[in-house]
């Protein structure tokens, strides 16, 4: 083989993990900083994680999973809370407790009781592909209890934050 082969294969090396890894940002896992105290003390600002953008291509997001979607009014801003109530189920904050088709929701990583139910402060359902989420910071999260968020639809689910990076003493699955 000549060095000019050689050199070849090289850059043609190069080419290829350089497109194998934009796919895997682009489509497979995406790298995201966190931003704010919305998801205190679960997450907090500067800490870095990634997003898995494949799982819900193939089934439904899950209750206590972390998901990323996009703000609907302002463009690049995204948000991250925890799935709380699935589609067709009945939602109600009442008392500083979140009620899911009239039960009380077991949690046990909100940060504080409830002060504000805001749209759930009335029993309501979820659509077919809706989505009810909170922010584990609940008295300090824009979420799905204010207009300006609302319910989520699966469309809408960029990915489902399931590793911290970043710091380092805090990395591992979420």
Same mark, same amino acid.
């Given at each position: 083989?000549?060095?000019?082969?050689?050199? !070849?294969?090289?850059?043609?090396?190069? =080419? *290829? =993990? &350089?497109?194998?890894?934009? $796919?895997? !940002?682009?489509? +497979? +896992? #995406?790298? @995201?900083? +966190?931003?704010?105290?919305?998801?205190?003390? @679960? !997450?907090?600002?500067?800490?870095?994680? =990634?997003?898995?953008? *494949?799982?819900?291509?193939?089934?439904?997001?899950?209750?206590? %999973?972390?998901?990323? $979607?996009?703000?609907?009014? #302002?463009?690049?801003?995204?948000?991250?809370?925890?799935?709380?109530?699935?589609?067709?189920? @009945? +939602?109600?904050?009442?008392?500083?407790?979140?009620?899911?088709?009239?039960?009380?929701?077991? %949690?046990?990583? /909100?940060?504080?009781?409830?002060?504000? &139910?805001?749209?759930?402060? %009335? &029993?309501?359902?979820? /659509?077919?592909?809706?989505?009810?989420?909170?922010?584990?910071?609940?008295?300090?999260?824009?979420?799905?209890?204010?207009?300006?968020?609302?319910?989520?639809?699966?469309?809408?689910?960029?990915?489902? &934050? $399931?590793?911290?990076?970043?710091?380092?003493?805090?990395? /591992?699955?979420?």
């Amino acid at each position: 083989m000549t060095k000019q082969n050689k050199g !070849l294969k090289g850059i043609l090396g190069v =080419l *290829v =993990l &350089a497109a194998a890894i934009l $796919f895997l !940002l682009n489509y +497979v +896992v #995406q790298p @995201t900083e +966190v931003e704010g105290l919305s998801m205190y003390p @679960t !997450l907090s600002g500067g800490e870095y994680l =990634l997003l898995d953008k *494949v799982s819900y291509r193939f089934r439904s997001p899950r209750r206590y %999973e972390l998901v990323v $979607f996009p703000s609907r009014y #302002q463009e690049d801003t995204y948000y991250i809370k925890r799935v709380i109530a699935l589609p067709g189920e @009945t +939602v109600e904050i009442r008392d500083g407790t979140v009620y899911i088709d009239g039960e009380p929701l077991e %949690e046990n990583y /909100g940060y504080e009781p409830i002060e504000d &139910a805001g749209l759930a402060g %009335e &029993a309501f359902v979820l /659509g077919t592909d809706e989505y009810f989420v909170l922010g584990d910071n609940r008295n300090d999260s824009m979420d799905s209890r204010f207009a300006e968020i609302g319910n989520v639809t699966a469309q809408e689910i960029v990915g489902r &934050a $399931f590793f911290r990076i970043w710091p380092f003493e805090k990395a /591992g699955a979420l």
